[in-house]
């Protein structure tokens, strides 16, 4: 059943997005590095365009932005470097960004334009119904999906050119589950974003939950496209007297949530899905003590890899602020994917490019390695161990993971 329901939904996508390819003005495009076309011009060098749809406006921007600053700082990296050599031929990357607000059709009709418009072998896009609405087509029009999302569906329906870049966020509800019960209670009211990703998320706890001798409680989403203010949904919620709050989406209003959920006198633990920072949660409440009692995912900025207070450096020096792990990911995601088009000999073969991605990972220099992937696997997805953290007394505290 739930493969029909997938199956359905496709299909209505792909009906918009025909509908709004043609039509979509709406959307900013950015080309990067203009300012060297004079040397991609000569016949030794090439260039080779990169899409990204993903939100550049509205209540999830700041999430936007941050997956496609790590794309772009990756971009620059490799050209400053004088770019990249395949088969005795120079090449440049230019990154192609259009806004899709957050909106799977948008994203579909956005990636047809850059299809028509750029022939990128690689889309990047940061929100599962994004990433599905691209799936209709994508193995069709020939461009690899380079997906910043931790829905595990979107590797199991099986199209066979996505790379899933973040780990599958159902290893997180074991050990979410077990920090807070331990320390809160059993009972938790679930608050999750309304996209399909929060919506399968939330299924996913909730079964989890039970099985562990939890009790939902309430039962509910926000959608953070219409939604700025939580009073009543979570003056309905706290009415049930929950021991925890599940929540997440972007991490601006997610933090927004839990600020509002303590000025309403909430003194319960949060579990906070994996899109959601703690670091960037912390920029909107002014300190982790709003977050006491929270887990989620470990801030990049915490985390031990040595080549990290140098990427963390440089990021801060380029865009003014400390990397998440938004950036981060989707960093190695792009240096990934020009080692994988080195090793595949081609930078228009997607396929091959895909089956490279292993050689990708293996040849990927020591200085890129702010997160240790061990493989890509058989599904298609980054596997590597899960870093996750909780809050307490004001800061953060790594939670070890079985």
């Known amino acids: 059943m739930k ?29 990067e590095n203009d300012e060297k076309e004079d040397d991609n011009k000569s016949e030794e060098s090439g260039t ?46 230019n990154v192609v960004s259009l806004d899709d607000k957050y909106l799977p059709n948008e994203a579909g009709a956005n990636a047809k334009r850059l299809v028509q418009e750029n022939k990128p072998p690689i889309i990047f896009t940061p929100h599962s119904g994004g990433i599905f609405a691209l ?17 595990p569906q979107i590797t199991e ?5 996505t790379v899933r870049i973040p780990p599958r966020y159902d290893g997180y509800l074991k050990p979410f589950t077990e920090y807070s019960m331990k320390n809160f209670g059993k009972n938790i009211a679930f608050l999750p974003t309304a996209s399909q990703y929060g919506k399968d998320w939330a299924e996913n706890l909730k079964a989890y939950w039970e099985k562990e001798g939890g009790k939902v409680v309430y039962n509910s989403a926000i959608d953070f496209t219409k939604e700025t203010d939580f009073f009543t949904i979570l003056t ?31 003194k319960g633990g949060f579990i906070v899905m994996d899109q959601a920072k703690f670091d960037e949660m912390k920029a909107v409440t002014g300190s982790y003590d709003l977050l006491n009692g929270s887990i989620g995912v470990m801030p990049l900025v915490d985390s031990q890899e040595a080549a990290i207070p140098d ?21 190695i995601g792009m240096h990934v994917f020009v080692e994988a088009m080195k090793a595949a000999g081609s930078v228009d073969d ?14 990927l220099p020591d200085d890129k390695k702010i997160y240790i992937v061990n493989k890509i696997g058989e599904d298609g997805g980054f596997e590597f161990d899960l870093s996750v953290a909780a809050v307490e007394e004001g800061k953060i505290v790594p939670i070890k993971v079985d």
């Open 236 to 266: 309905n919620a706290l009415k049930e007297k929950p021991d925890v709050l599940f929540i997440g989406g972007a991490s601006e209003p997610t933090a927004k949530v839990a600020k509002q959920a303590r000025e309403l006198g909430f």
């Open 48 to 93: 080779v365009n990169i899409g990204y749809t993903g939100p550049l406006s509205g209540p999830a921007a700041f999430y936007g932005e941050r997956t496609l600053n790590g794309v772009k700082m990756a971009a620059d990296e490799v050209n400053a470097a004088g770019g990249f050599e395949v088969n005795g031929k120079k090449y440049k990357l």
């Open 135 to 151: 799936q209709v087509f994508n193995q069709l029009d020939k461009f690899i999906i380079g997906a910043y999302s931790s829905e």
């Open 157 to 161: 329906v099986g199209n066979k050119l």
């Open 350 to 363: 997607v396929e091959k490019i895909r089956a490279n991605m292993q050689a990708g990972l293996d040849n």
């Open 3 to 31: 493969k029909m329901k997938w199956l359905f939904m496709f299909s209505m996508i792909f009906v918009l997005i025909f509908s709004l390819a043609a039509c979509n003005s709406t959307s900013n495009t950015s080309g």
């Open 311 to 331: 990427f963390v450096k440089r990021y801060n020096e380029k865009y003014g602020e400390n990397p998440g792990s938004e950036a981060g990911l989707n960093y």
